[in-house]
């Protein structure tokens, strides 16, 4: 009712406004595709003109008889019919469902049709490759989250050098967590470090969701050696010149020079030897070679000199065996 009055209070004019009756049916529809934090629910309304609507939607909640004051979500047009997408649904969980529309004489609802969560399954962790180092492994992989719309808590790798299923935090295992994000069913890799070199572990990647721990199958893997394996492979004497042969596998990649020492005194000739022993010594980038170095031997009749190749990887030398050469001047 509209109400006008003059200056000195005197009633004027008096109108009345009613709306309409509406004819209008709500319709709930159907609930589908339910996972474990959304679905997809239907409406449908029956009215003569659907411009008098103010807005329509679905209304949801853990109580049997949802309202607009419960939880909405609200079509993106008014029409007669509709779908909305629900989410941030907590898994496992039954809620209730109800298609509305709101027009300027109330509210209408559909009836109320339940659908219940998926529960979130344990994470399926899988292995895809692995790489061995001296003193570390990697591994990568790939997690299934199992529908937890939160995620994982966490996930990494674990190794034990004596337990064949190692598990999170246990006294005979080494954790290591991941920190950086992953995503679901995509590949990463994650590394266990301080290991020790040329050593057996027993090797499981894990995550954790809100269903717990799950760890992928067992990979048995070996650490390897921390020290390249070289061999003293012999000499050809040239007379005026001497030609050493030698060998050598980096397992590191961090050889940078290689040589020969050789001596009259020193049977077992090291490269810090202060007198008494000739280092030959070239800078290198090749990690896996036979290699020859020819040198002229100052050498002194009826004398046995001792020789053995080396390599210096990682700022460390690592020697072959010490062979014989005895030069004769009669040769």
Known sequence: MLSVTNEKGNLMLTTIEKFPSINISVETNAVSNITQSTATCYGAIDVDDVSILDSSGICYDISAVPTVDSYVVYTSDVSDSFLVNVVNLTPNTTYYFRAFAKTPVGTFYGDSISGQTLSVNLPTVTNIESYEYAYSISV????????????????????????????????????????????????????????????????????????????????????????????????????????????????????????????????????????????????????????????????????????????????????????????????
């Open 140 to 331: 990568s992989g790939s997690i299934d989250f199992g529908g937890d719309p939160n995620g994982l808590s966490n996930y990494g790798i674990v190794v034990s050098e004596t337990n064949n299923t190692p598990t999170i935090n246990e006294v005979d295992c080494i954790t290591t967590f991941g920190n950086a994000s992953i995503d679901n069913n995509v590949q990463f890799s994650i590394e266990a470090s301080a290991l020790q070199a040329n050593t057996q572990y027993y090797v499981r990647l894990f995550a954790t969701n809100s269903s717990g721990t799950s760890h992928s199958t067992t990979l048995v893997l070996s650490t390897i050696l921390d020290e390249a394996l070289i061999s003293t492979d012999g000499y050809q004497d040239y007379y005026d010149t001497l030609g050493l042969y030698g060998s050598y596998t980096s397992f590191t990649q961090g050889v940078t020079s290689r040589g020969f020492l050789i001596s009259d005194i020193n049977t077992t000739p090291l490269i810090d030897d202060i007198s008494g022993t000739t280092i030959i010594q070239e800078n290198t980038t090749e990690q896996d070679a036979r290699f020859t170095i020819t040198t002229t031997l100052d050498a002194e009749s009826d004398t046995t000199y001792y020789y053995r190749a080396f390599v210096i990887e990682n700022g460390n030398a690592f020697y072959g065996d010490v062979l014989e050469y005895y030069y004769d001047i009669q040769e």
